[in-house]
């Protein structure tokens, strides 16, 4: 069952700019925190925070190999919010099917038109 605190947790962690910039970086590949920080004019502690929230939600995972921390893309993280942006899509296409069968004209009265 899909876990709506989880749900709240990417979007709140991806409502902010800088760590979309971050997660749209880490989508080509893996990266150092020092990598991550050299485009913004933030502090190391600022970056760390950011990525710590991308990490409490999910959406990355970090490893330390001797000084340096590396961070990289969570493909389950991602995957939780498309499930559930996919579910909300076809919970509307289907209302949207049913609106077209009721605004339609009936198939009987087309089926006579064409026989006169």
Not at 55 to 81: H, N
Not at 90 to 105: I, V
Request: overall charge negative; aromatic content about 4%; glycine content about 6%.
């Amino acid at each position: 069952m899909l876990n709506y605190s989880d749900i709240d947790d990417i979007l709140k962690a991806l409502v902010e700019p800088t760590r979309r910039q971050i997660v749209e970086r880490l989508s080509r590949g893996p990266a150092s925190v020092s990598e991550l920080a050299h485009p913004f004019d933030m502090s190391l502690a600022a970056i760390v925070q950011h990525l710590q929230v991308l990490e409490e939600s999910g959406l990355i995972r970090s490893e330390k190999i001797g000084r340096v921390r590396t961070c990289r893309i969570e493909p389950s993280g991602l995957d939780r919010i498309a499930g559930w942006v996919a579910e909300r899509r076809s919970l509307m296409e289907r209302r949207f099917d049913r609106l077209g069968e009721m605004l339609s004209p009936p198939a009987v009265n087309n089926q006579q038109e064409e026989k006169e």
